[in-house]
């Protein structure tokens, strides 16, 4: 159980987390509490929702296969947008569109216009690349394949949460924006996300925010784990391996400034983490390379630690190539570019964040236990900038995110549901 309940919120690295809002947060008599959920819980349009979770599973199911069939590989996503703009549609939404980043945006509109509104959001990228086979097959009760979980598990929640409003006729206080985003994944770098908190018409209208990722009712993502990530391509004249010798070879600069790097001290507290992913260069055993690449990710919880590791990565590459240069400087130059590929702020949630309050008081009423995490997710770009937003499942169980074997299974799906409309709701308010 353990293995599953890790993989909660499947695109992302975890870490654990010692958490101080909890105690916090609900000491303050204006933040909601369990018996505020247990009132809302008890409306007759909220039971509505809930009855509706239950005897809808198969229709969930075949919209999660659905929209998993359809490829949507990084700054590929345009044709699942056009499909899952059909579905906003066909369940009532308001004001939908597909806007210039390729987010799907739809508003279940509430009863005060001027109201903060509630995100609830889903990406809808994969890191799968366009050639993949996107076949999903049944394994009993059990869905197999790639992308099954991240996200077509959130996705699914999301097309649940706004047919159950619908359907159920909850009149709620705050409008409640579904947001289907672009970008999530690797080079995507959230994208979908900056767009829509920094430049769309619903940037400044938006209060909190819950993000849908992956399968499990189990962990709350309350802390962007930040990233920045590097592509370094070292180049030299070339030429060949005997009448050449002597010439700078980019692929041993490359070797000596990750020898260096490689030795950068980090802290375990704020958790600081650094990788060498990918490396490439050359074309034969008897070439001098022209050039030689390699990508780097640099992971923490501090900005402060994030600038120290770029430091030394510069420092190492500009020093190697100092050092070959100065050894073989009669044979030609090497240089080395350094590229930014990637960029994820790292931030922590408000204390007297509402969104972790709300979601706590609906966890002790639906009695799930749930461990705070750390993470790099969808919500790094409205914390970055502030506002409250948290990440969590969307409920069933699920593993082998980011492989060809992910698996998505349903038992329990509608407890994530009830958990997740409970949460939106409260956060929204609701009207008699
Ligand atoms: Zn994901």
Known sequence: MRRRALAAILCSLLAPMAFSLNTRALADPQQPRPQDVAKLAEMRQVHEAFKWFQSHERDLRKLQIEVTKIP???FGEANRALWVRDRFKEFGLYDIEIDKAGNVIGLSRGAKRKAPLIALTAHIDTVFPIDTVLDIK???DKLVGPGIGDNGAGLTGLFAIAQALKVSGVKHTAGILFVANVGEEGEGDLRGMRYLFQESKWADKIGATIVLDGAGVDSIVTEALGSKRFEITVRGPGGHSWADFGTPNPIVTLARAISRF????VPNDPKT?????VIQGGTSVNSIPESATMRVDIRSASTT???ALEKNLRDAVNNAVREVQDAKSR????NADIKVIGERPAADLKPDSRAYAAVRAVDSHLDIRAQTRRASTDANIPLSLGKDAISVGAGGTGGGAHTIHEWYDPAGRDLGLKRILLTTLTLAGVGE
Request: proline residues 9%.
């Open 262 to 265: 490689s030795e950068s001290q």
């Open 273 to 277: 983490s650094f990788n060498v992913g």
């Open 331 to 334: 044979k030609g130059i090497v």
């Open 138 to 140: 049944s394994d009993g």
């Open 72 to 74: 949507a590989p990084p």
């Open 305 to 307: 630690q994030i600038d």
